[in-house]
């Protein structure tokens, strides 16, 4: 699924998350043992982040390198399982996994070893899996998508108060036209969507957005080219939920050719693809969750079936601004950062959005939440009753097109 990025983003990843920063924490035991199963390796973005955040939690934590074993490149099949079950033959009592997909293999793993603590990274079904030694994590991404959707529409306020735009960057509607690349349909993936866009229309409300999906995590040529089929129908912002540098390259390549279009990334940041164009990347600091576990593996204290964590604990975040955002982003991005963590914002106020036109006040089809009420104080409550992201309500504004 994932293949190899260049260097440069290995040490734009690197640098990156050095800016989300994370904190110290308690010595190492010599008796703990920790498996660790990627999907990738340090050459793709979303698995460096994870790399990166465990190798920080173990200096944080004192987990020294003979206690972590590594399994790299494994793909979403039996495969998992099967690493998964030789980690736990070797002595591991914790086992992590980065990738959705893994999930079913781990869970598999899990009931077949009941002294083993499995944590399926991104995933959903801990709690409802009854196995009490199966959990998940997932950071509050939302958070980090409306902050960069903000950063998006301070740039469509500027082109449109310099009259930069062209007739084919609005929709009939005259609404601007806003262009979004997600991997797969999942929940996980319409609420970022979803956040980015509010972000946008915080700042400019005539906006709307259409997402295409490239049915794949990584894919440097779908993804430039699905960047590049938005351009053409006239999206002056391209933002993304997939992990490679295809779409901020397509921007940068298509700018330099004259058209007025914009990067957004995820992960890392995209500068060194896309010095001209891109605007920032909604991120997430792996390191924050990994010392949560290790130090509490190191207390002998349980690691929580759900946990998700935002801004309030430095778990996302966005990267350097490039040199194209417009006058005022960082002042307006402090803003809009301390008002969510002092709860006066919230990404999904049911105030903000409509479905068929109208406000909705209860919403109780979440994906996966079995009819359990996720709207709750006037705004829809995301990873407060699980971990990992349960909006998928289609809001007006956004089409999807595959």
Known sequence: MKKILSVLLVLAMVFSFAACGSEGGDEGNSDVKIGVILVGDE???????????????????????????????????????????????????????????????????????????????????????????????????????????????????????????????????????????????????????????????????????????????FDLVGEGEAANSLMADGCVIIGQHADSTGAPAAVQAAHSNGKNAYSVGYNVSMLSVAPDVALTSASNDWAVYYTYAFNAILNGEEIPTDWSEGYNEGAVCVTELGTSCAEGTADKVAEVEAAIKDGSLHVFDVNNFTVGGAHISSYTDAYGMDGAEAIKDGYFAESTLRSAPYFDIRIDGIKELN
């Open 43 to 217: 050459n793709e973005g979303y698995t460096q982040a994870h790399i990166e955040g465990i190798k920080a939690a173990m200096a944080a934590t004192g987990i020294t390198e003979d206690q972590v074993t590594w399994k790299y490149k494994i793909p979403e099949n039996e495969q998992c399982y099967d690493e998964a079950a030789s980690l736990a033959d070797a002595g591991c009592s914790y086992i992590f996994s980065n990738s959705y997909s893994h999930q079913a293999y781990m869970q598999q793993a899990a009931a077949e070893f009941p002294d083993v603590t499995f944590i399926a990274l991104t995933g959903d079904t801990a709690k409802s899996s009854g196995l009490p030694n199966l959990k998940n994590a997932f950071p509050q991404t939302y958070e980090s998508r409306y902050v960069s959707g903000v950063i998006a529409g301070m740039k469509v306020k500027e082109l449109l108060d310099a009259g930069e735009l062209k007739p084919e960057n609005f929709d009939a509607d005259g609404n601007v036209k806003i262009g979004y690349i997600g991997a797969f349909p999942y929940a996980e993936v319409v609420s970022g969507y979803t956040g980015f866009f509010l972000g946008i229309k915080s700042i400019v409300e005539n906006v709307s957005m259409e997402v295409q999906y490239t049915n794949s995590w």
